[in-house]
Nanobody, 124 residues
């Protein structure tokens, strides 16, 4: 089993920045890729970004490219999501997810473990 704990959410004004963290524990060496998803009220959960643990390959939702950066600290079993130039439409609960396959995959059903989520609210 792998446990994921997100942190770093909060309230920020439009144009501001936040950095989300996701700490993996348990058996994190069994996971080979990590992703961030988000879910706004009344909407489906959507892919935001993902990264592989070993090679550092990444992918992003088009609307966050150039504003968000996903990175990892392997020794700490932690993945980060740096979010800059935040917009009100970025408001959502952000979830960290772990995949046992070392491939960037954008669909939530492809991930094996999930965190509890952290709220990000961007005010206009």
């Amino acid at each position: 089993q792998v446990q994921l704990v997100e942190s770093g959410g909060g309230l920020v004004q439009a144009g501001g920045s936040l950095r989300l963290s996701c700490a993996a524990s348990g058996r994190p060496y069994t996971t080979l890729a990590m992703g961030w998803f988000r879910q706004a009220p009344g909407k489906e959960r959507e892919f935001v970004a993902a990264i592989t643990w070993s090679g550092g390959s990444t992918d992003y939702l088009d609307s966050v490219k150039g504003r968000f950066t996903i990175s990892r600290a392997n020794a700490r079993n932690t993945v980060y999501l740096q979010m800059n130039s935040l917009k009100p439409e970025d408001t959502a609960v952000y979830y960290c997810a772990a995949d046992r396959v070392e491939t960037i995959r954008p669909h939530q059903y492809e991930y094996d473990y999930w965190g509890q989520g952290t709220q990000v609210t961007v005010s206009s």
